[in-house]
């Protein structure tokens, strides 16, 4: 079923889970007629809320994913946290362009940190935890700070735990509970940086500006777009994340997460592949989004030429700023607003998102800085 096909507006794209990526997804498939079917356990899901039909299901429900087959002419996920097993099993049954292999490495950073390893590019040292005995050896070797990360199933900063000294080893220990980790020398960096690189089908690459990546509290508030680096900075980037993208034999969208340090050196920190928060901006910023770019590498189309149309800046919405963000939508005409019509405004559930093009970055992040949403 891995013979590449071209998939023809009026046909349906099948998404592997129904949150707001797969929503932006959908919503770009629209835009060129496609028809959308999302496999979900929730009902009404950000993105059921926009298909044309919703299987609502575990991910890796066998009958569901059958279902999915049988209506859809091509199969995505938007998220990595798919089953592994029930993709690659999946992949004998229907047309699924990216394979299972890339969930299989990017679910599981021991995998992820040897791919890229492979691949050529530099990640932090780190060496692989299974048990009290490796982290005792490997925090000597590491040395501090360091940073304890269980090997799978983390996000936003879950699952991590900084080791500052031996001291904090017996409180670390409590994560191999968890599963295997990794121990990762800390990066002093400056920035944090991402690339959204999308291949196509027939192996052409295709680069989104790159974007500077501020977090709060583990998670991502802000990307600033172009990132506020150097031409070597961005030139070095690009290029290492398309030899991921090669080394990996990727069809779609693939985020690539990286420190950036004072020397200007860059450090992969972890990747993922599907659209990313980092990448929003592309909606408006850019000619293409990162979302329609992946529609057209799963379809089998040319990839577009990719160009910033302006310099953006895109805002987290999580549920503590849901209000405030509505409060203000009269007064901030300059906002590009997007909720993901998620219904309970948890704190720090990504609601949404704002995007401002503009031609003066600091008066716009000044602005953002002292807004009181945000506060
Ligand atoms: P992660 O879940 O691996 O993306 O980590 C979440 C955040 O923790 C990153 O965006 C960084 O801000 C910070 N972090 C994680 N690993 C390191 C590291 N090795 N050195 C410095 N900061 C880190």
Redesign the pocket.
């Known amino acids: 079923m891995s013979l590449s096909k071209v998939i023809q507006p009026g046909s349906t794209i099948g998404i592997i889970g129904g949150g707001q990526l797969g929503r932006m997804m959908a919503l770009a498939a629209k835009h060129a007629g496609f028809k959308i079917a999302v496999v979900e356990p929730s009902p009404y899901s950000p993105a059921g809320q926009v298909a044309d039909e919703e299987i609502i299901a575990p991910y890796d429900d066998k009958d569901a994913l059958l279902k999915l087959a049988s209506v859809s002419d091509v199969i995505t996920y938007e998220f990595e946290n798919v089953d592994y097993e029930a993709l690659k099993w999946l992949t004998e049954k229907a047309y699924v362009p990216q394979g299972a292999e890339l969930i299989k490495i990017t679910q599981d950073?021991i995998l992820e940190k040897q791919a890229l390893t492979d691949a050529g590019v530099e990640v932090?040292p780190y060496a692989v935890i299974r048990n009290e005995e490796d982290l005792n050896r490997e925090m000597e070797h590491i040395g501090f700070?360091?940073?304890l990360?269980t090997s799978r199933g983390?996000?936003?900063?879950?699952?991590?735990f900084v080791l500052r000294g031996t001291k904090d080893a017996k409180e670390a220990i409590s994560l191999l509970k968890n599963g295997p980790c990794v121990l990762?020398?800390?990066?002093?960096?400056e920035k944090?940086i991402s690339v959204i690189m999308t291949r196509g089908m027939n192996g052409d690459l295709e680069c989104f500006p790159v974007g500077e990546?501020i977090?709060v509290n583990?998670i991502?508030h802000e990307t600033i777009v172009p990132a506020r680096v150097s031409e070597n900075v961005v030139e070095d980037a690009e290029q290492l994340a398309g030899k991921i993208a090669e080394h990996l034999n990727l069809v779609g969208t693939l985020a690539v997460?990286m420190?950036l340090t004072k020397d200007e050196k860059i450090?992969v920190?972890?990747l993922a592949p599907r659209p990313h928060n980092s990448g929003h901006y592309s909606i408006e910023a850019c000619n293409i989004s990162q979302f329609g770019q992946h529609i057209r590498a799963v379809c089998g189309w040319p990839l577009m030429k990719s160009r910033l149309l302006e310099q953006a800046v895109m805002v987290n919405v999580l549920g503590q700023h849901v209000e405030g963000v509505i409060g203000q939508i009269q007064q901030q005409p300059d906002w590009n607003v997007h909720f993901y019509g998620k219904e309970e405004a948890k704190v720090n559930r990504k609601m949404g998102h704002i995007t401002i093009l503009t031609a003066d970055m600091d008066k716009t992040l000044e602005e953002l800085r002292v807004n009181e949403v945000w506060k």
Do not use: I
Request: glycine fraction near 10%; charge should be negative; avoid cysteine.
């Open positions: 950073r932090a700070p360091s940073v990360k983390g996000y936003d900063g879950k699952g991590q990762e020398a800390w990066v002093p960096f944090e990546n977090h583990n991502l997460e420190f450090y920190n972890e």
